[in-house]
């Protein structure tokens, strides 16, 4: 057979054989210059790395390579079901000692472990239980038979259910299973969003007549700090709605009395923790409210900010934002305090949301038309390139919460959350954590977790979780030296835990 190359190949394959030595094609220097630009664009991107935090970098880029080749890759699947592989990664064991600086985006009754509501305050004394139509609880404290309510049991005394059936651990286990989200199967057991909000706000519910009787309000507050200082948070800023509290003879206490509680309780916590700076409170309403009312709340959230000003720290609005009412409809109540001369901040919830083009798809805008402090998730910001611009112009920060968007069904990989894009262009946010205790998180460092692992996969670093933990009280509401001051005390912190993880 006559295997001589046709000339024409001979030509192609010469050309080639030219090419190959010369110097076209792309300039390895550009490209090298090319992916550290785009690296100095992340968040953490520009921050120096001393000697001590290069090596704790190295560590930890092997650590981060081990969680990504071990599989499963935790940020890819649901947190209920990734839980306990990310509480086994050293990863996640480096995040839980990292000064995580503060948390600026959590809810009143949603801070403490259920565990602590069900095996401390369910057991206290005049305790009363009552079955819904619906399967779930409700609890309240008394001193005598409570009126029962509509679509529930007549109310039982705990105390006596607990001794007629002799082994509680399967009640309490409902309870448990009632004050939180947390099931084996979150796919099958909430199919859409309506119907998790729903599950939600039910637990929210549950909760609240344990945590709304004044003694358990005020040891709640104390043992929700405790929660977040051991998890290496030195601040908390609690978004609540500050409802009426009771006693066990019906009586109610009002917001100064919620107020002057939070006070008192944050000063015996730092009285007894005194590197913990302490909390503040944006007052909340449900954005289901009318406009009149909204007046009302605004009022009322002036009123808190001139009585309590070093602890109130602003105003907000909760509850499934696609179900509630849009920020706009509120602007005459939200225009009140410029009206006034009153400086109210504000720290809106906006754009936690997947419906695109609706009147609540706009909130982001009008978070910022109101000057909002802080955007609570801004997960529709992405899609919003003016109001993106403006909030970075503005320097308004938007506070990521990782697990409660996938709880709650914006998205289910975290690899494809749309802060992936924004930490990759250095937006200014913090991570946060929503409501920890009804997903059985901890009080941030699952979040952090999901973020770091989830959002940057290997193109983040120890550079990335500096400026994070930074930019928490950075964008925190404290009054600018006392800010100053406890970024101080946070890079004291900061470089004891490098230097510790180095041993
Ligand atoms: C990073 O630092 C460089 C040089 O100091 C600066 O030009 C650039 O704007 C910074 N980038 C970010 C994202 O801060
Ligand atoms: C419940 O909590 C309170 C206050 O935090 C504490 O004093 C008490 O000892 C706890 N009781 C139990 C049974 O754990
Ligand atoms: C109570 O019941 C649970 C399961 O329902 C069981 O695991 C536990 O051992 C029981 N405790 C006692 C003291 O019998
Ligand atoms: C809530 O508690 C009720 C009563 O104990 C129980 O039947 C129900 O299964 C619990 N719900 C969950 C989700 O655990
Ligand atoms: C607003 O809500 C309150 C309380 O539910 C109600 O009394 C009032 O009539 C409502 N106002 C308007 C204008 O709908
Ligand atoms: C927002 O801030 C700008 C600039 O400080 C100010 O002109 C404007 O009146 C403020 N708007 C509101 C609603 O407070
Ligand atoms: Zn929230």
Same mark, same amino acid.
């Given at each position: 057979?006559?295997?001589?190359?046709?000339?024409?190949?001979?030509?192609?394959?010469?050309?080639?054989?030219?090419?190959?030595?010369?110097?076209?094609?792309?300039?390895?220097?550009?490209?090298?210059?090319?992916?550290?630009?785009?690296?100095?664009?992340?968040?953490?991107?520009?921050?120096?790395?001393?000697?001590?935090?290069?090596?704790?970098?190295?560590?930890?880029?092997?650590?981060?390579?081990?969680?990504?080749?071990?599989?499963?890759?935790?940020?890819?699947?649901?947190?209920?079901?990734?839980?306990?592989?990310?509480?086994?990664?050293?990863?996640?064991?480096?995040?839980?000692?990292?000064?995580?600086?503060?948390?600026?985006?959590?809810?009143?009754?949603?801070?403490?472990?259920?565990?602590?509501?069900?095996?401390?305050?369910?057991?206290?004394?005049?305790?009363?239980?009552?079955?819904?139509?619906?399967?779930?609880?409700?609890?309240?404290?008394?001193?005598?038979?409570?009126?029962?309510?509509?679509?529930?049991?007549?109310?039982?005394?705990?105390?006596?259910?607990?001794?007629?059936?002799?082994?509680?651990?399967?009640?309490?286990?409902?309870?448990?299973?009632?004050?939180?989200?947390?099931?084996?199967?979150?796919?099958?057991?909430?199919?859409?969003?309506?119907?998790?909000?729903? %599950?939600?706000?039910?637990? &929210?519910?549950? /909760?609240?007549? $344990?945590?709304?009787?004044?003694? *358990?309000?005020?040891? @709640?507050?104390?043992?929700?700090?405790?929660?977040?200082?051991?998890?290496?948070?030195?601040?908390?800023?609690?978004?609540?709605?500050?409802?009426?509290?009771?006693?066990?003879?019906?009586?109610?206490?009002?917001?100064?009395?919620?107020?002057?509680?939070?006070?008192?309780?944050?000063?015996?916590?730092?009285?007894?923790?005194?590197?913990?700076?302490?909390?503040?409170?944006?007052?909340?309403?449900?954005?289901?409210?009318?406009?009149?009312?909204?007046?009302?709340?605004?009022?009322?959230?002036?009123?808190?900010?001139?009585?309590?000003?070093?602890?109130?720290?602003?105003?907000?609005?909760?509850?499934?934002?696609?179900?509630? %009412?849009?920020?706009?409809? &509120?602007?005459? /109540?939200?225009? $009140?305090?410029?009206?006034?001369? *009153?400086?109210?901040? @504000?720290?809106?919830?906006?754009?936690?949301?997947?419906?695109?083009?609706?009147?609540?798809?706009?909130?982001?805008?009008?978070?910022?038309?109101?000057?909002?402090?802080?955007?609570?998730?801004?997960?529709?910001?992405?899609?919003?390139?003016?109001?993106?611009?403006?909030?970075?112009?503005?320097?308004?920060?938007?506070?990521?919460?990782?697990?409660?968007?996938?709880?709650?069904?914006?998205?289910?990989?975290?690899?494809?959350?749309?802060?992936?894009?924004?930490?990759?262009?250095?937006?200014?946010?913090?991570?946060?954590?929503?409501?920890?205790?009804?997903?059985?998180?901890?009080?941030?460092?699952?979040?952090?977790?999901?973020?770091?692992?989830?959002?940057?996969?290997?193109?983040?670093? $120890?550079?990335?979780?500096?400026?994070?933990?930074?930019?928490?009280?950075?964008?925190?509401?404290?009054?600018?030296?006392?800010?100053?001051?406890?970024?101080?005390?946070?890079?004291?912190?900061?470089?004891?835990?490098?230097?510790?993880?180095?041993?």
């Amino acid at each position: 057979m006559h295997t001589l190359t046709p000339r024409p190949l001979m030509r192609i394959w010469m050309l080639f054989l030219w090419c190959a030595s010369c110097n076209c094609g792309p300039d390895p220097r550009k490209r090298e210059a090319l992916i550290r630009l785009e690296a100095s664009r992340r968040t953490g991107g520009n921050m120096t790395l001393n000697e001590r935090e290069e090596l704790l970098d190295s560590k930890l880029q092997t650590l981060m390579q081990h969680d990504i080749e071990a599989g499963p890759f935790s940020p890819s699947m649901h947190f209920f079901k990734a839980k306990r592989f990310i509480d086994q990664s050293p990863v996640f064991s480096l995040i839980q000692k990292m000064p995580k600086g503060a948390a600026l985006h959590v809810h009143d009754f949603a801070m403490v472990d259920v565990d602590w509501l069900v095996k401390n305050v369910t057991y206290r004394e005049n305790c009363y239980v009552c079955f819904t139509d619906e399967q779930t609880v409700q609890f309240i404290f008394s001193s005598g038979q409570p009126a029962s309510r509509p679509r529930c049991s007549s109310w039982t005394l705990l105390r006596s259910l607990r001794e007629k059936i002799k082994n509680s651990t399967e009640l309490d286990n409902s309870f448990i299973g009632n004050l939180t989200l947390f099931t084996e199967d979150p796919d099958r057991d909430y199919p859409t969003q309506d119907s998790v909000w729903k %599950r939600f706000e039910q637990a &929210f519910l549950v /909760a609240y007549g $344990l945590v709304t009787y004044a003694p *358990v309000f005020k040891d @709640y507050l104390y043992e929700g700090l405790r929660q977040f200082y051991e998890d290496n948070i030195m601040f908390v800023e609690i978004r609540a709605l500050l409802p009426a509290t009771y006693e066990l003879d019906g009586r109610l206490h009002d917001k100064d009395w919620s107020m002057r509680a939070c006070q008192e309780v944050v000063r015996r916590f730092t009285a007894h923790y005194p590197d913990f700076l302490g909390a503040r409170v944006i007052f909340t309403v449900h954005r289901g409210i009318n406009a009149t009312e909204a007046v009302k709340a605004v009022e009322e959230a002036m009123e808190l900010q001139r009585n309590f000003p070093n602890i109130m720290a602003g105003f907000d609005f909760v509850g499934q934002e696609d179900l509630g %009412r849009p920020l706009w409809y &509120f602007k005459d /109540a939200l225009s $009140l305090p410029e009206g006034r001369g *009153v400086n109210l901040p @504000y720290f809106f919830h906006a754009g936690e949301t997947d419906s695109q083009g609706t009147d609540v798809d706009q909130n982001l805008m009008d978070a910022l038309l109101f000057n909002t402090t802080r955007i609570g998730h801004g997960f529709a910001l992405a899609r919003h390139p003016v109001v993106k611009e403006m909030s970075r112009k503005m320097d308004v920060p938007i506070e990521i919460c990782p697990i409660s968007n996938q709880v709650l069904k914006l998205v289910s990989d975290l690899r494809n959350h749309p802060a992936t894009v924004l930490m990759a262009e250095g937006h200014p946010l913090v991570i946060s954590s929503d409501d920890p205790a009804l997903f059985r998180a901890t009080a941030l460092s699952h979040d952090y977790y999901e973020a770091f692992m989830g959002f940057g996969g290997m193109s983040f670093n $120890l550079g990335t979780l500096k400026e994070l933990v930074i930019n928490s009280l950075r964008y925190s509401s404290l009054p600018s030296q006392r800010k100053k001051d406890a970024i101080d005390v946070l890079l004291i912190k900061w470089d004891k835990f490098v230097v510790e993880s180095l041993l």
